[in-house]
């Protein structure tokens, strides 16, 4: 199994700044996903972040608006670029191990006013 | 694209009874993974298995790849099942980016 962490856990923001998001892996792991969830609604895969390559995104999100890092194999960071009321939401890392399960971090519930 | 399908959307017991959620999906799928998220958020990997029978504890999972269903059985309910659970399809013959269900959110009472 993997276990990730993620910081901060919560965050509020004004409309128009930037925040980061951090997720650690107690492990190596060759890819790390983002992912969206707004409330009651199921997960939206952001982008997947293999290390030292640009991260790939899906359809819905861009670079420019979620620019994503992954400086090392147990690292990585999602920040939210002139954030909006609309980007609230619960954001979170995910990875898999080796048998190819699937495991998410804790989560950041990030609120725009 | 790919959809999954969770029913039902949300399902009351008494402690004790059993419960059976349903996941549909739209395209062939090689895993079907269950998650169950807590009411703070967090999510935990329950089972996985792409086709046939898998246990863990009073969790049972069934995928029935050719149909394109699975379930999830949690017999003798308890208060601390309350909360949302996931089921995650991956597709075959692509990159690994699972679909989500919307969830069917459980409440056991006392």
């Known amino acids: 199994s993997v276990l990730l962490y993620q910081k901060p856990n919560r965050d509020i923001c004004q409309s128009g700044t930037s925040l980061k998001i951090q997720c650690v892996a107690d492990?190596?792991?060759?890819?790390m996903f983002w992912y969206q969830q707004f409330q009651e609604q199921s997960l939206m895969l952001m982008a997947t972040?293999?290390?030292?390559?640009?991260?790939?995104?899906e359809s819905g999100f861009t670079k420019d608006k979620f620019p994503i890092s992954r400086p090392n194999l147990t690292f990585s960071t999602l920040t939210v670029n002139n954030a909006r009321p609309g980007d609230s939401s619960i954001y979170f890392c995910?990875?898999?191990?080796?048998?190819?399960?699937?495991?998410f971090g804790p989560g950041t519930r990030l609120t725009v006013l | 694209g790919q959809q999954v399908q969770q029913s039902p959307a949300s399902l009351v017991l008494q402690e004790g009874e059993n419960a059976e959620l349903q996941c549909n999906f739209s395209?062939?799928?090689?895993?079907l993974q269950w998650f169950y998220q807590r009411p703070g958020g967090s999510l935990v990997s329950l089972l996985s298995?792409?086709?046939g029978t898998k246990h863990t504890g009073r969790l049972t999972s069934t995928t029935v790849t050719k149909e394109r269903r699975g379930s999830l059985h949690i017999s003798s309910s308890q208060i601390t099942d309350s909360g949302t659970y996931l089921c995650?399809?991956?597709?075959?013959?692509?990159?690994?980016?699972?679909?989500f269900g919307k969830g069917t959110s459980l409440v056991v009472h006392p």
């Open positions: 995910s990875s898999r191990d080796w048998g190819y399960e699937q495991y």
């Open positions: 492990s190596q792991v060759v890819s």
């Open positions: 972040a293999n290390e030292g390559s640009e991260a790939t995104y």
């Open positions: 395209s062939t799928a090689t895993r």
């Open positions: 298995n792409p086709s």
């Open positions: 995650a399809m991956e597709r075959a013959g692509g990159n690994y980016k699972p679909t």
